[in-house]
């Protein structure tokens, strides 16, 4: 972040504070439509966004299946992704954009600009390190997140190639950290001036930089994965790149200062730290999981990236983009004093994620193994590698609603800067997720590990909403809980709808890649106009998506 760090000179009326109280700030949503607005113009970005992301793991799926070279490839962009979790987007936002909220209304630009330039510069320097000594020592954190995988190289043993293999992705694919923790914070500014299209938009090129690396690059290389991991790295460079002139016009591009000691900086560190394991539960147990799966056969990681990639489509697109819209408002309403606003704003956020969540979980229930079908099974992806990856998606499908509300529940508690309560139930839920797996992942395997992180993600959900009940921050009234049987009932016809049209697995199998596709279409449109028209006869109208 380049430009001047002497603030611009302000209008008169940049120059007048924001004061907090019953006034609104202009460029922050405060009403359902406007929340509505935005959370659409969000899940709309989003959309092309998951959609790229699909047929870039289309493209990987044909070109290297779910053999070893996947299995390294995944593990090795999956480690700064969680990092980017935990530094970025998920626990950084979470701390930061309450207090920058909290600046922008009741403070003057200049003290704004000034707080951007003291965090990035902060963050950055700390970024910096993390990357420089993880680019280094690579070999040690492949070590540590894929120890199965040390142990057979320390010993000589079938996946000692792994091992090394992932040591040298990780040096390319680690300074992604550092440019995705910019970008992070670039989102999280613009969200809370309410320029949410930004943000949600620019994980398209990251998609779109993999995609060329592996039509292009990849298939000249004797070993494609390598080819991969620099679209990684293209990727977020041209991310970090695409929101700065965004930032400029917006008046808010700073030069980065060290600011560890300044006020705003330390209580977002303060808000930071726990939120780090509060806002990041299900990616750790993910990574947890990833460590488990190097001891199991070969494939077992790709499985579980390609079903994960499958659950992360509705969940972006809904429980992510609805929290995201929801952050600054309910930051707003704290900030105002508006507990009734406060309250209705989160109902909201839990009926709108419902509505949206628990088909999109039946659906990847029921229609598992033919959407891996259609998308992947191509090329290196065997009709084989469909099953085993159906069995991780359906595991997983089962805890989508509750990752969902993780999402918008934990935002009731950070717009309030209160973080300390949501890491301590992520540490159950981290601890429910360890006991889950053992339980699970010596009878089934891998599968056992998507349906230990499915049920933490669900123990994590129901601790978030019953202390926000038990407090009544989160209300629930009667007509939420009607609204809740109308939708269960809508989704269950739904479902029976699929069941009853859909070929059996052996229909799947014999058709061609075009006949497929025509069917899946033709059962997720028809499942959901069905759900739609039942929720319409049950009672449902749209004015129930108000507040």
């Known amino acids: 972040m380049s430009q001047s760090d002497t603030p611009h000179s302000p209008s008169p009326e940049q120059q007048q504070p924001k004061h907090s109280g019953t006034s609104k700030g202009k460029d922050l949503p405060q009403h359902a439509p406007r929340l509505m607005r935005s959370g659409m113009v969000v899940s709309a970005m989003t959309f092309i966004s998951r959609v790229l992301g699909l047929v870039r793991d289309i493209v990987i799926a044909a070109l290297m299946g779910a053999g070893q070279a996947a299995d390294v490839f995944f593990f090795a962009n999956k480690i700064p992704n969680f990092l980017r979790r935990l530094f970025a987007e998920g626990a950084f936002a979470q701390a930061f954009v309450p207090v920058l909220t909290e ?69 390319i694919t680690f300074p992604y950290l550092w440019f995705i923790t910019f970008t992070a914070l670039a989102g999280a500014i ?98 947890f999981d990833t460590l488990i799966a190097s001891f199991l056969m070969t494939g077992s990681i790709s499985w579980l990236y390609y079903a994960d990639r499958l659950l992360e489509f509705p969940l972006g697109l809904f429980g992510i983009a609805i929290a995201t ?79 969902m509300l993780v999402k918008v529940l934990a935002t009731g508690f950070f717009s309030r800067q209160d973080t300390k309560r949501p890491v301590k139930y992520g540490i159950i839920a981290m601890a429910a997720n360890m006991v889950f797996n053992i339980i699970f992942a010596i009878p089934f395997g891998y599968v056992g590990l998507a349906i230990a992180t499915a049920l933490s993600g669900t123990v994590n959900a129901f601790l978030l909403g019953f202390v926000l009940y038990r407090e009544g921050i989160l209300i629930l009234p009667r007509a939420t809980w009607i609204f809740f049987i109308r939708i269960s009932a809508a989704t269950l016809l739904m479902v029976a709808f699929i069941l009853y049209l859909s070929p059996g697995i052996e229909g799947w199998l014999e058709a061609t890649n075009s006949l497929r596709s025509l069917w899946l279409t033709g059962l997720v449109v028809g499942g959901g106009f069905v759900y739609l028209v039942s929720f319409f006869i049950f009672g449902g109208r749209p004015r129930h998506l108000r507040h």
Request: proline share 5%; no cysteine.
């Open 103 to 171: 600046y922008h209304r009741g403070k003057t630009v200049d003290e704004t600009r000034l707080l951007i330039a003291r965090v990035a510069g902060t963050l950055g320097t700390i970024i910096t390190i993390v990357t420089i000594l993880a680019v280094i020592g690579s070999p040690v954190v492949a070590a540590l997140f894929g120890f199965g995988w040390f142990l057979d190289y320390w010993q000589g043993g079938p996946n000692a190639e792994k091992f090394e293999l992932a040591s040298l992705l990780l040096k």
């Open 190 to 287: 613009l969200n809370t001036i309410g320029k949410f299209a930004v943000a949600a938009f620019t994980p398209v090129f990251l998609n779109v930089a993999i995609i060329a690396a592996a039509l292009w690059l990849a298939p000249q290389l004797a070993q494609p994965e390598i080819g991969l991991a620099i679209g990684v790295f293209a990727g977020g460079l041209i991310q970090f790149l695409f929101q700065l002139p965004f930032l400029k016009r917006a008046g808010l591009l700073v030069r980065p200062r060290w600011g560890w000691n300044d006020p705003g900086v330390r209580r977002i560190r303060i808000l930071m730290l726990p939120a780090i394991f509060g806002v990041s539960v299900s990616q750790i147990n993910l990574l």
């Open 325 to 403: 819209v929801i952050l600054p408002a309910l930051s707003a309403r704290h900030v105002d004093k508006s507990l009734d606003h406060f309250r209705s704003t989160l109902d909201w956020g839990v009926r709108t994620v419902s509505v949206l969540g628990l088909p999109a979980m039946a659906g990847l229930i029921v229609l598992a193994q033919p959407m891996l079908m259609v998308l992947f099974m191509r090329g290196e992806f065997s009709p084989d590698d469909a099953r085993m990856a159906s069995y991780s998606l359906m595991a997983y499908g089962s805890g989508l609603l509750s990752f």
